[in-house]
């Protein structure tokens, strides 16, 4: 059971979305050096392979440029309605081949990632070649409450 509690909350973190971050959790030391120009084909190497179609799926239909995982972060709930149906298997609702197990190995690794962008938008990306979507995730970020944790 908290398995599956684990494995749901991999992807729905907040569904009516506030821009929300723990700025102790971002500031620790090695976060930029993870995320700095954090491309699609980056992360993917770090994820299990039944997510890795899925996420690339989500990063192409997600209205964001590809590349842009601030953009990803902000705009989670487009992201994560596209991603959780493709990742998750039948037992979750899901059309996916993850297993739960799975799931709960990526829980933190995306938990970490949208938390270092949300807390710091495009400072990883700063001189970096990729397309960005800037205005569209500030224009975001600007209707949003903001809520802070330490
Ligand atoms: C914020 O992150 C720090 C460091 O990872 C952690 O110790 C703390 O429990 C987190 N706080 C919340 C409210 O999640
Ligand atoms: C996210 O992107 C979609 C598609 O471009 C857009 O309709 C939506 O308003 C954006 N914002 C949020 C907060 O999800
Ligand atoms: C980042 O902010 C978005 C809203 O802009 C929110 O939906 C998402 O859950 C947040 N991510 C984290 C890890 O807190």
């Known amino acids: 059971m908290q398995t599956i509690t684990l494995a749901l909350a991999a992807f729905s973190a907040i569904a009516n979305a506030a821009l929300t971050y723990n700025i102790t959790q971002a500031t620790q030391p090695g976060e930029f050096q993870k995320y700095h120009c954090l491309t699609t084909d980056e992360w993917n190497k770090r994820l299990p392979a039944c997510v890795v179609p899925c996420q690339i799926k989500a990063n192409q239909q997600d209205g964001c440029a590809y590349d842009d995982f601030a953009c990803h972060s902000v705009n989670y709930s487009v992201f ?6 493709c990742a998750f298997p039948p037992s979750l609702g ?7 197990e799975d799931l709960g190995r990526v829980r ?16 990883a990306y700063a001189g970096c070649p990729q397309e960005l979507s800037i205005l569209k995730t500030l224009g975001i970020v600007a209707r949003e409450r903001t809520v802070i944790t330490h």
């Open 94 to 100: 899901g059309h996916g081949t993850c297993s739960l």
């Open 80 to 85: 994560s309605e596209i991603i959780e149906p």
């Open 108 to 123: 933190p690794l995306v938990q970490d990632m949208g938390n270092w962008f949300n807390a710091t938008l495009y400072t």
